[in-house]
């Protein structure tokens, strides 16, 4: 299985900042890259497909970027409804595997 | 707009099998991949398996043994069987949409959820 590793596992901020979130794999997937916000209670919402394809729908404070083994998710400028938990996921290879996940907190 | 909707027991005894279905709307379930997650509470997200329309499937080695998919075109559903479930196997379960691209069932990510089924395993 490709192990996929995120960090951090958490971070504080403030509304405003400028938010990156990392992922890496545990060999190359090439760009088969795809990151999700979920909020408590709730389903994930996929933000970005192709490690840099913005889903439709998804602001575009919301960025990614990378390929082979490290990519980032970026967070331009942090809004209130973006506090949150991120997960990436790789779709290279069976089985299909996500990261530990990131929760963004308020500072 | 495609939409997912899970449905099935909330509560089953340690042992047994789990059985949960989705309901897809708004679209037709003989097209794309239908997979199922899970997300143990407190914890991360685990892909259980996926099938295509055509009948294939496939699966988290993890869970192989235990695991079925199957699809019903005529309802315009598909479900999971999970045996012998003991207390690691509560978790909410969601079902998802993913569509092929470039190789990969999973290229363009997950991009329709059901909005999760809570299944609790206990006597």
């Known amino acids: 299985d490709i192990q996929m590793t995120q960090s951090p596992s958490s971070l504080s901020a403030s509304v405003g900042d400028r938010v990156t979130i990392t992922c890496r794999a545990s060999?190359?997937?090439?760009?088969?890259l795809n990151w999700y916000q979920q909020k408590p209670g709730k389903a994930p919402k996929l933000l970005i497909y192709?490690?840099?394809s913005l889903q439709s729908g998804v602001p575009s404070r919301f960025s990614g970027s990378g390929s082979g083994t490290d990519f980032t998710l970026t967070i331009s400028s942090l809004q209130p409804e973006d506090f949150a938990s991120y997960y990436c996921?790789?779709?290279?290879?069976?089985?299909?595997?996500f990261g530990g996940g990131t929760k963004v907190e308020i500072k | 707009q495609v939409q997912l909707q899970e449905s099935g027991p909330g509560l089953v005894k340690p042992s047994e099998t789990l059985s949960l279905t989705c309901t897809v709307s708004?679209?037709?379930?003989?097209?794309?991949?239908w997979n199922w997650i899970r997300q143990p509470p407190g914890k991360g997200l685990e892909w259980i398996g996926n099938?295509?329309?055509?009948?294939?499937?496939k699966f988290n080695p993890s869970l192989k043994s235990r695991v079925t998919i199957s699809l019903d075109t005529s309802k315009n559903q598909f479900s999971l069987t999970l045996s012998s479930v003991t207390a690691a196997d509560t978790a909410v379960y969601y079902c998802?949409?993913?569509?092929?691209?470039?190789?990969?069932?999973?290229?363009?990510?997950?991009?329709?959820w059901g909005q999760g089924t809570t299944v609790i395993v206990s006597s």
């Open positions: 998802g949409r993913s569509r092929y691209g470039s190789g990969s069932y999973g290229y363009y990510g997950m991009d329709v």
């Open positions: 708004g679209g037709s379930i003989t097209s794309d991949y």
């Open positions: 099938i295509y329309y055509s009948g294939s499937t």
């Open positions: 060999q190359s997937i090439r760009n088969y």
């Open positions: 192709a490690a840099s």
């Open positions: 996921q790789q779709s290279y290879s069976t089985p299909l595997t």
